[in-house]
Nanobody, 124 residues
Framework: LQLVESGGGLVQAGGSLRLSCTTS????????IGWFRQAPGKERERVSC??????????AYSDSVKGRFTTSSDIAKNTVYLQMNNLRPEDTAVYYC????????????????WGKGTQVTVSS
């Protein structure tokens, strides 16, 4: 399974970005996808998780992004999105998507595959 992130960039505070995680090798039906981020000097943080469609496609978010970020999937495109609205400077980080082949999953107990990440920078 391969994961490739895209959509990162530089945006002003209050702006929006949409990240994409395109997968290949397996259908999204059978694994969960999490979005994680890591800022310099900080631990990696789980941002969101969307469970496999066979488990209902449930979503979960960290408290720091709840109400601002939304994750969704397009199974036909094997792509998971992270829509980020009302961005803040503290959202600046490298964002990674990762897959958990164990279902159901909340993306908090170890991920099996990782992308290489995409940089998101929010200026004040």
């Amino acid at each position: 399974l391969q994961l490739v992130e895209s959509g990162g960039g530089l945006v002003q505070a209050g702006g929006s970005l949409r990240l994409s995680c395109t997968t290949s090798g397996y259908t999204l039906d059978y694994y969960a996808i999490g979005w994680f981020r890591q800022a310099p000097g900080k631990e990696r943080e789980r941002v969101s998780c969307i469970s496999d469609s066979s488990s209902g496609g449930d979503t979960a978010y960290s408290d720091s992004v709840k109400g601002r970020f939304t994750t969704s999937s397009d199974i036909a495109k094997n792509t998971v999105y992270l829509q980020m609205n009302n961005l803040r400077p503290e959202d600046t980080a490298v964002y990674y998507c990762a897959a958990d082949m164990s279902t159901p999953s909340n993306c908090l107990n170890g991920m099996d595959y990782w992308g290489k990440g995409t940089q998101v920078t929010v200026s004040s």
